[in-house]
């Protein structure tokens, strides 16, 4: 099955840690992003990247970081800087040129801090 | 920049009426429109996409969208709306005309449909 994969589903972190979150997709895409879901706000685009080791910072990359090492992976690291993390976490893939490229999404990862 | 208002938080509808979700868009060239649902716990699936010329978009699951370039409008539509149709849609639009563009979303509304 082609698609993306997002782990893990749910995730506890002690205050003052970091986590990393995977996100894995095989429909050979070039751009991938990740967004934060809060109740009420919608979307928020954290960081995107349309290239192999190339990444920008969305709206909200305070307190975030990223990786692209690999095209088909783009894991997001919440540090202990971002000051209120627990939300739910989506990756997002891409085609990169074209008006009409929907963005197809992982099924989420719930991140609660402790 | 480009935007998008979803001007109701929640929709109430009954199974079997026909149901609108509305959404207005803001655009300085050409508006590239999408709609995507979310499930409970679950990412966005994508609905269908507004291509130039055509003002009726079918899209997946019986849902429809109907462009209105003079009011700025791009409504979700389905003619009879179903209990499993209960979920949190969002409208998008491509943040600009050429080249690499994000998409900018709406901040959802939450359609309810009653049995």
């Known amino acids: 099955d082609g698609g993306i994969t997002q782990s893990p589903k749910y995730l506890f972190r002690k205050e003052g840690q970091n986590v990393t979150l995977s996100c894995e997709q095989n429909?050979?895409?070039?751009?991938m992003y990740w967004y934060r879901q809060d109740p009420g706000q919608g979307l928020r685009l954290i960081y995107y990247s349309q290239i192999v080791n190339d990444f920008q910072k969305g709206d909200i990359a305070e307190g975030y970081s990223v990786s692209r090492e690999k095209k088909e992976s783009f894991p997001l690291t919440v540090t202990s800087a971002q000051k209120n993390p627990t939300a739910f976490y989506l990756c997002?893939?891409?085609?990169?040129?074209?008006?009409?490229?929907?963005?197809?999404f992982g099924p989420g990862t719930r991140l609660t801090v402790l | 920049a480009q935007s998008v208002a979803q001007p109701e938080d929640q929709v109430n509808v009954a199974e079997g009426n026909p149901l609108t979700v509305k959404c207005t868009y803001s655009?300085?060239?050409?508006?590239?429109l999408f709609w995507y649902v979310q499930y409970p716990n679950r990412g966005l699936q994508f609905l269908l996409k507004?291509?130039?010329?055509?003002?009726l978009v079918k899209g997946s699951y019986g849902f429809e969208a109907e462009f209105n370039k003079s009011q700025t409008s791009f409504h979700l539509k389905k003619p009879s709306a179903l209990v499993s149709d209960s979920a949190l849609y969002f409208c998008?639009?491509?943040?600009?005309?050429?080249?690499?563009?994000?998409?900018?979303f709406g901040t959802g509304t939450r359609l309810l449909v009653s049995p």
């Open positions: 998008a639009v491509r943040d600009g005309d050429t080249g690499f563009q994000k998409l900018v």
């Open positions: 655009v300085s060239g050409n508006p590239y």
């Open positions: 507004y291509i130039t010329g055509d003002n």
């Open positions: 997002a893939s891409s085609i990169l040129r074209g008006p009409y490229n929907e963005q197809f």
């Open positions: 429909l050979n895409h070039d751009a």
